[in-house]
């Protein structure tokens, strides 16, 4: 029974990694480095990445977009915060992942 459970634990722990790490170390707001603005992890394919655009131009949003794809260090910063699909956004220090257009309007308007 000690071993099942010693695996279970494991695998938990393995897929929970990027998690753990971030709560044990922070990542930091990445948004800083953009005037505070909102940040779009993206890919040019992506159909709901472009919902996403769409919405933040016409909700006057100033966004930084980078395509994960093509940016290093964009794909550094997606990994570092968890970031598993696209879209992802990050919203004033909060990470949104998928695209949830009430939500994005409701973190963007959070002063």
């Given at each position: 029974m000690k071993k099942y459970f010693l695996i279970i634990a494991a695998v938990a722990i393995i897929l929970n990694w990027?998690?753990?790490?971030n709560f044990i170390s922070p990542p930091p707001?990445?948004?800083?480095?953009h005037d505070g603005k909102v940040i779009l992890y993206a890919t040019s394919?992506?159909?709901?990445?472009?919902?996403?655009?769409?919405?933040?131009?016409?909700?006057?949003i100033k966004f930084y977009e980078y395509d994960i794809e093509?940016?290093?260090?964009?794909?550094?910063?997606?990994?570092?915060?968890g970031g598993r699909g696209v879209p992802m956004l990050l919203i004033?220090?909060?990470v949104l992942k998928g695209y949830d257009p009430a939500e994005i309007i409701k973190l963007a308007n959070k002063t």
């Open positions: 990027s998690s753990i790490i707001d990445y948004s800083i480095a394919w992506c159909g709901y990445c472009e919902k996403a655009r769409e919405l933040l131009t016409k909700n006057n093509k940016s290093p260090e964009g794909r550094e910063q997606f990994k570092r915060l004033n220090g909060e």
